[in-house]
């Protein structure tokens, strides 16, 4: 059973054994708290300081927040959610001939998170795609439904230039030069994960995707509009992020992490199931370029002690990215393993 598509249709009545975790390891779904306060940030805004000062409470207090006003249409967001869904609802010989669980693998459909390491599989299927540089791999994309190329070759260069404002922002907000982070960063790759999550018989027993914090620099998300599932760990309570309609969610990931020597987090989040409706999340990733090298910014750590030094050690983008597929998704945070001893 493992390794199998569970984009469908059917719908099964009990969950099968293979992703049923352990009691210890549950979803604790009436545990789960809602955020009062997330930020939303309307990147329209023209007073500059004000934006630069909520993205630094954001990233200080949560690691994510929500943006509107991004600058994509509508309708080529709607676009985006439609392909996907129509992408997952192809016959299942349509799908699996982009199959693969080999990570390595640049275009490739998949299920549950690394279904080759994992001993608990996830309910999900997700369709993994690199979106930059768009003419090295539009090639390799799904050529049905037939519109796909087209719009998520839009979609994907819409949500890069989002991504580079908010990486700006991000740089001010940590007190360096506007372009500090995109200098660094250097040629960002750019990946997306179209997740889809079928009804789930036994939400509680198992999880869509189980905690994690991304590897790349920064995450732009889009929810499904209606359905919930995206959760993250702020003190060690879970809380639900439910859908704006249109917002994107980012969150700082890893890379972000090192970069500002800890100062912003990459925050733990999972997503979970629910027994109605499917679910749909297309996540937008930035990586730095795999010869990047990621070194906790100078005017974070040095201090006026000879002895200070930066909380990680320098390393390449390809050197963590490698580490990162080769354990499990929830084992401890991939950056302790880059602290400097
Ligand atoms: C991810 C992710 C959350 C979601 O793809 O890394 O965290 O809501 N997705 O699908
Ligand atoms: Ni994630």
Same mark, same amino acid.
């Given at each position: 059973?493992?390794?199998?598509? %569970?984009?469908?249709?059917? =719908?099964?009545?009990?969950?099968?054994?293979?992703?049923?975790?352990?009691?210890?390891?549950?979803?604790?779904?009436?545990?789960?708290?809602?955020?009062? /306060? &997330?930020?939303?940030?309307?990147?329209?805004?023209?007073?500059?300081?004000? !934006?630069?000062?909520?993205?630094?409470?954001?990233?200080?207090?949560?690691?994510?927040?929500?943006?509107?006003?991004?600058?994509?249409?509508?309708?080529?967001?709607?676009?985006?959610?439609?392909?996907?869904?129509?992408?997952?609802?192809?016959?299942?010989?349509?799908?699996?001939?982009?199959?693969?669980?080999?990570?390595?693998?640049?275009?490739?459909?998949?299920?549950?998170?690394?279904?080759?390491?994992?001993?608990?599989?996830?309910?999900?299927?997700?369709?993994? @795609?690199?979106?930059?540089?768009? /003419?090295?791999?539009?090639?390799?994309?799904?050529?049905?439904?037939?519109?796909?190329?087209?719009?998520?070759?839009?979609?994907?260069?819409?949500? =890069?230039?989002?991504? &580079?404002?908010?990486?700006?922002?991000?740089?001010?907000? !940590?007190?360096?030069?506007?372009?500090?982070?995109?200098?660094? @960063?250097?040629?960002?790759?750019?990946?997306?994960?179209?997740?889809?999550?079928?009804?789930?018989?036994?939400?509680?027993?198992?999880?869509?995707?189980?905690?994690?914090?991304?590897?790349?620099?920064?995450?732009?998300?889009?929810?499904?509009?209606?359905?919930?599932?995206?959760? %993250?760990? %702020?003190?060690?309570?879970?809380?639900?992020?439910?859908?704006?309609?249109?917002?994107?969610?980012?969150?700082?990931?890893?890379?972000?992490?090192?970069?500002?020597?800890?100062?912003?987090?990459?925050?733990?989040?999972?997503?979970?199931?629910?027994?109605?409706?499917?679910?749909?999340?297309?996540?937008?990733?930035?990586?730095?370029?795999?010869?990047?090298?990621?070194?906790?910014?100078?005017? @974070?750590?040095?201090?006026?002690? /000879?002895?200070?030094?930066?909380?990680?050690?320098?390393?390449?983008?390809?050197?963590?990215?490698?580490?990162?597929?080769?354990?499990? !998704?929830?084992?401890?945070?991939?950056?302790?393993?880059?602290?400097?001893?």
């Amino acid at each position: 059973m493992a390794g199998k598509l %569970i984009s469908t249709g059917l =719908r099964l009545t009990t969950l099968p054994g293979n992703y049923v975790r352990p009691f210890s390891d549950r979803p604790r779904l009436s545990e789960v708290s809602q955020l009062e /306060d &997330f930020p939303l940030i309307d990147l329209s805004s023209t007073d500059r300081s004000r !934006l630069v000062q909520q993205i630094h409470q954001a990233c200080t207090r949560f690691g994510f927040f929500q943006v509107i006003n991004h600058g994509v249409d509508k309708e080529t967001i709607d676009e985006m959610v439609s392909v996907a869904n129509e992408f997952f609802s192809m016959s299942m010989e349509e799908k699996m001939k982009l199959y693969s669980d080999d990570p390595t693998r640049t275009t490739r459909l998949s299920t549950s998170f690394n279904v080759k390491k994992e001993e608990i599989n996830n309910w999900r299927d997700y369709l993994r @795609l690199h979106c930059y540089p768009i /003419d090295k791999y539009i090639h390799e994309w799904p050529s049905n439904p037939i519109p796909f190329k087209n719009v998520v070759s839009k979609y994907s260069r819409e949500v =890069r230039e989002v991504g &580079f404002r908010i990486e700006e922002l991000i740089s001010e907000s !940590l007190g360096l030069e506007t372009d500090y982070l995109r200098k660094v @960063l250097g040629e960002q790759g750019q990946h997306m994960a179209v997740n889809y999550y079928p009804p789930c018989p036994e939400p509680e027993l198992t999880y869509g995707l189980p905690a994690h914090t991304d590897p790349n620099a920064l995450t732009i998300l889009l929810q499904d509009s209606t359905v919930c599932g995206l959760q %993250i760990l %702020i003190d060690g309570q879970w809380f639900a992020i439910n859908p704006h309609p249109d917002a994107f969610v980012i969150n700082i990931g890893d890379q972000l992490q090192a970069l500002s020597n800890g100062v912003y987090k990459s925050v733990w989040h999972r997503a979970v199931t629910n027994t109605e409706m499917p679910r749909l999340s297309v996540a937008s990733f930035l990586c730095p370029a795999d010869c990047a090298i990621m070194s906790p910014a100078k005017p @974070l750590w040095e201090a006026e002690e /000879d002895e200070s030094k930066p909380v990680y050690r320098d390393f390449t983008y390809a050197e963590y990215y490698k580490k990162f597929w080769s354990r499990n !998704l929830d084992q401890e945070h991939c950056l302790e393993n880059f602290l400097n001893h």
